[in-house]
């Protein structure tokens, strides 16, 4: 169970969390209706499920709100995200938390169970290059339960399609740039309010001596995933939704 000793407007951040994402990816809640939808459709509406790099809890939030049985791991490493998830969930006897590097190849022992209904993930692994995105798809393999779920909503870029990259990119920051004209909170302007609170100034000082401003790593293909998921051993992979930025891969054990 999360825990929390202050007074903090806990619901504030995770919404303002929320409308900084969407403005980076306004069909962010398409996106997880989609995958909630799937995993009611392969493990049913009381799945146990692993939130993974979890940040605030977004997933989980809307999958309580969805599935009231359903139960939640979260599992990240940013001290300043989980305190606003921790901060966010106290009190709810369905969600725990784990703090965990997920590089390290001893991660998965610091869970409270050794397999889920489904392991759910968005906006995260893109920090990740393919060498440790590999080895962590093989040790979500060994996570996921016979005829569980995995799914992976990210950036995954198409190389193959330079045109439509460039066009779909354009287009997407112009109409970022005039939000944010109208007061749109960007990733940089976010974690500088969360900085200058008092309970998150500690944390978010702890989060960039582990991330630095911003970790990115490498955006392979849809294709490229599906595949890995493949060999890491899930019978089944492929996109079930998709934006012109923003691919949801499914994979089932």
Not at 170 to 195: Q, S, Y
């Amino acid at each position: 169970m999360a825990e929390t000793t202050t007074d903090t407007d806990w619901t504030a951040w995770q919404a303002s969390w929320d409308r900084q994402q969407e403005w980076y990816m306004p069909d962010r809640e398409e996106r997880f209706r989609v995958m909630l939808d799937m995993v009611e459709a392969i493990v049913g509406p009381r799945p146990r499920v692993l939130d993974l790099a979890c940040g605030t809890g977004s997933i989980t939030d809307r999958l309580l709100k969805r599935f009231p049985e359903a139960t939640s791991t979260g599992v990240d490493l940013d001290p300043a995200l989980l305190a606003i998830a921790r901060g966010y969930f106290d009190g709810d006897e369905r969600v725990g938390f784990v703090t965990a590097d997920l590089k390290d190849p001893d991660w998965a022992g610091q869970l409270p169970y050794d397999s889920y209904d489904a392991v759910l993930t968005a906006t995260a692994l893109h920090w990740l290059h393919t060498e440790p995105l590999t080895a962590l798809y093989r040790r979500i393999g060994g996570l996921v339960r016979e005829g569980g779920v995995f799914m992976n909503a990210d950036h995954m870029i198409d190389t193959e399609t330079p045109r439509i990259n460039a066009a779909e990119r354009a287009h997407r920051h112009a109409t970022m740039d005039r939000a944010k004209a109208e007061g749109a909170l960007d990733w940089a302007d976010w974690w500088a309010l969360a900085a200058k609170d008092p309970v998150l100034a500690g944390p978010t000082a702890e989060r960039y001596k582990i991330y630095g401003e911003h970790a990115d790593g490498d955006m392979p293909s849809a294709r490229w995933h599906a595949d890995t998921l493949r060999e890491a051993g899930f019978g089944e992979a492929r996109a079930v939704w998709a934006s012109p930025s923003d691919t949801l891969v499914l994979a089932v054990k």
